[in-house]
């Protein structure tokens, strides 16, 4: 079970953008997410009259390690560790470390 989701709230916790809040727009693969304001690079982009795309110089979020995001807690207002729990009838669920509380999402 992934512990990290696309559209999660997430906290940077290392990094260029440290302490930054943003939503998971993306998962690249098993190790790197994509979130929305974090991690931006300026890309220099070809137009294309086909698909109607104009030429220049575009902002385009990057993707970051998930070890350096963290959950957003709303409890604590804090990041946050996230675990796995088995129900009684046999669901897994995420829950935060600091507190126990269900992650809803």
Known sequence: MEKIRKGDEVVVITGKDKGKRGT???????EHVVVE???????????NPIKGVAGGIVDKDMP???????????????????????????????????NGELVNA
Not at 37 to 47: E, I, M, S, T
Not at 71 to 97: H, P, Q, S, W, Y
């Open 37 to 47: 304001g974090v991690n931006r690079a300026k890309k220099h982009v070809k137009p």
């Open 64 to 98: 970051i390690h998930i070890s350096n995001v963290a959950l957003f807690n709303a409890a604590t207002k804090k990041g946050d560790r996230v675990g796995i729990k088995v129900l009684e009838d046999g669901r897994k669920v995420r829950v935060f470390k600091s």
């Open 24 to 30: 998971v727009v993306l998962r690249v693969d098993g």
